[in-house]
């Protein structure tokens, strides 16, 4: 049983351009270019049955989601539902005013807003005189938090569509995968971009985020970076081999991309074809090797660096064989690794701690070397499923029993900006709309 999520920001709104801050604020309205981004929205949704829509009551979010909703195909009994819950964080002391003017005229709140949030508070005036705290991003996660324990008993395996805004988007997200609210700046929501969750169950089970952010529907094949953030990281999965067709456990067995896996690649070649590259780095194995040098037969210039310790985890006794082979000759490990896989040892093989040290460690010098060059631009990562997995938990600040939190499709591409003093931001995840089409990740399934 799953309940499939889309998330939805609203198009570009009056607020947006000025630069102004919105959150409760019913002023702002979309413009013409906000409103073209909504049928894009609504075209690129449009093959997808839903069972429900529900959007902010505010404006620029509401209008989103009538635009889109013309475009959908919607069970009878699904209206569109505009709900208080699904409101923009709520920052009452700022709203309406220029972001260079809240910067200026509260500085240690708007750093503690970019760099600590949880920590940011405001001092609102009482009737009676005296001055209460309130902190906007910690209330926006409560109310995020409240939203998913009520919705998720109401709509068990439907796919439903929530229209909102950047802030509550990002703590519907963070809630979902256990992110506190420390991390709300960890991801990006643009204007109209599109994100999807997973729901295995209700409210504690697991959460899969499908893809985070994607943009390519607006023509935009990658969001742009933030201001400020100068080092990218595209980090990118292998193309299909012909044991991730047959659900065959691959492991550090060097399994080379089948035909359709040459396919992918040529096709994420293509996707990042205008997108300036700087340095490569990818896994010594066979499949993400030819992989990455697909991709950058339109980068010749840059050469491709390799890295060991991007290796794929070695599943041990468990390689080169299909689930039932598992189940038989380990019975009971295969469902411990499906859901509490920091707990397991793979037989002769390595655990999920020891693959997550040393992803994470070739990760961090990636980062660091490439910070550290006169030129940081954009670096590309070529690796496999369950070290993608342990870079982008390890991104969020998740530990590694959130380790299926993240899907990674064969080809998919995601984004990782950095900065210098600030955290790093998942400006997108697991696009694969390169490969064939639409919204959801249609590659095939894998085993890990």
């Given at each position: ?263 992918q690649s040529n ?104 910070m550290n060059h ?65 919204v959801l990740d ?7």
């Amino acid at each position: 049983m799953v309940t499939r999520v889309i998330l939805v920001r609203h198009g570009e709104s009056s607020f947006n351009v000025e630069r102004r801050v919105q959150g409760f604020l019913d002023e702002s309205t979309l413009t013409a270019k906000g409103q073209a981004m909504a049928h894009q929205v609504g075209s690129a949704l449009s093959g997808i049955l839903f069972d429900a829509v529900y959007s902010s009551t505010l404006r620029r979010a509401k209008d989103t989601a009538e635009i889109v909703v013309s475009y959908l195909k919607i069970t009878p009994t699904a209206p569109l539902q505009a709900v208080d819950s699904l409101k923009e964080i709520n920052l009452m002391l700022w709203e309406g005013m220029l972001f260079s003017d809240v910067e200026q005229k509260y500085p240690n709140e708007y750093e503690q807003w970019k760099n600590c949030p949880h920590e940011m508070r405001m001092l609102i005036s009482q009737e009676n005189g005296e001055t209460a705290e309130y902190f906007p991003v910690v209330d926006l996660f409560d109310r995020a938090q409240q939203f998913w324990q009520e919705f998720l008993p109401n709509h068990a395996n439907q796919t439903v569509l929530l229209v909102a805004h950047s802030g509550i988007n990002r703590a519907l997200i963070g809630t979902a995968i256990g992110l506190d609210a420390g991390g709300y700046q960890t991801v990006q929501q643009s204007n109209c971009g599109i994100s999807v969750l997973n729901f295995a169950g209700g409210w504690g089970d697991l959460v899969q985020v499908e893809s985070l952010n994607q943009t390519a529907h607006l023509g935009e094949p990658i969001p742009k970076p933030r201001k400020g953030y100068h080092t990218r990281l595209l980090l990118v999965r292998h193309g299909e081999t012909e044991w991730n067709r047959q659900k065959r456990f691959q492991g550090q067995i060097d399994v080379p991309l089948n035909d359709n896996g040459r396919s992918q690649s040529n096709q994420a070649a293509e996707f990042l074809k205008a997108i300036p590259i700087d340095r490569a780095i990818a896994s010594p194995m066979l499949r993400p090797k030819e992989t990455a040098e697909i991709i950058l037969q339109h980068h010749p210039d840059v050469a491709l660096g390799f890295e060991d310790n991007l290796k794929e985890i070695s599943h041990g006794l468990w390689e080169g064989k299909l689930e039932a082979d598992i189940e038989h000759e380990f019975p009971g490990e295969l469902q411990h690794w499906q859901h509490t896989p920091e707990t397991v040892q793979m037989p002769e093989g390595e655990n999920l701690q020891q693959v997550w040290d040393r992803a994470t460690t070739a990760w961090t010098a990636i980062v660091q070397t490439a910070m550290n060059h006169p030129k940081p631009g954009t670096t590309l990562v070529v690796a496999h499923d369950a070290v993608n997995k342990a870079i982008l938990c390890y991104v969020l600040g998740l530990s590694p029993d959130r380790f299926w939190s993240f899907k990674q499709g064969n080809g998919a591409v995601s984004v990782i900006d950095y900065a210098i003093d600030q955290p790093p931001i998942m400006m997108a995840m697991n696009i694969t709309a390169h490969l064939e089409g639409g919204v959801l990740d249609k590659t095939a399934a894998g085993a890990l």
